[in-house]
């Protein structure tokens, strides 16, 4: 076995063990596999061992990779973007990528939407929260959450799905599923409003992005459903980006 597969089998069983502490059925937690930095070899690599969603932070990194890969193996890989988005790099999101877990801004989404082609499906999004401050972080502030996430749920060519958050790195597991927990408030609070405007949002509003290579195990206790694991499977990085 090679060591990326050897990752991902030890990856996937945490995961397991997380779900069957938190009494979770394995198939409510969906592995990203985050590949930012590696080559396109190292995605390969995991895509032969069974993984196919990968996430990317930055975008052209990510588009050429995805470029790469479509000629390189015979599988179909899912490419989330869980980077910023400047407006200048939209286009280039919109044309190559499945989902996109950094909304927000709908400066940003409406031109996801404008600009994804006909040809493909509806762009999968999820409004980044900051649960816990942070001036200079990326996402809305809960209390922005909600307005943002029902004028994006109108727009034509994107797929609401749910919440995605990047909380600071806690060292302490109580500390690290409390902040989970408040991620996890928000989509509560967006799912109870949604439902009101059934109308305006068709999506199933089922994803909470949340839980790094560090703080999975609190991440899924708090109810996760996707968890982006960089360091586990693909080992360490080193910056900057290849
Ligand atoms: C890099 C990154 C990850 C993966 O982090 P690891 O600690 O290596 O697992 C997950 N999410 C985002 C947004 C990232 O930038």
Redesign the pocket.
């Known amino acids: 076995m090679t060591t990326i597969a050897n990752n991902l089998q030890q990856v996937n069983d945490r995961i397991s063990q997380a779900c069957q502490a938190a009494g979770r059925a394995r198939e409510t937690v969906y592995l990203l596999a ?1 590949s ?1 930095t590696f080559g396109a070899a190292a995605v390969a690599e995991a895509a032969a061992a069974g993984q196919r969603a990968f ?1 990317e ?1 930055y975008i052209q990194e990510g588009v050429d990779k995805i470029l790469v890969l479509r000629e390189m193996v015979p599988y179909a890989l899912q490419w989330h973007c ?2 910023p988005i400047q407006s200048n790099k939209t286009r280039l999101v919109a044309e190559h990528f499945d989902w996109v ?1 950094t909304v927000d801004r709908l400066k940003i989404a409406q031109r996801l939407s404008d600009q994804r082609p006909a040809h493909l499906p509806p762009m999968n999004v999820c409004i980044q929260v900051n649960v816990d401050g942070g001036d200079n972080k990326a996402g809305v502030p809960p209390e922005e959450a909600l307005e943002l996430a029902l004028a994006v749920a109108k727009l034509p060519r994107l797929q609401l799905r749910g919440v995605m958050s ?1 909380p600071e790195p806690y060292p302490e597991f109580a500390a690290q599923k409390a902040v989970h927990e408040a991620a996890h408030a928000v989509l509560e609070r967006i799912r109870a409003a949604l439902a009101v405007h059934a109308d305006a949002h068709s999506a199933p509003w089922d994803t909470l992005s949340m839980g ?3 703080d999975l195990d609190a991440a899924i206790q708090a109810g996760s459903t996707m968890v ?5 499977v693909f080992g360490a ?1 080193t910056y900057p980006a290849a």
Do not use: E, S
Not at 228 to 232: D, K
């Open positions: 985050v930012k996430g932070n869980i980077g877990h990047i790094m290579t560090a982006r694991v960089g360091t586990g990085r």
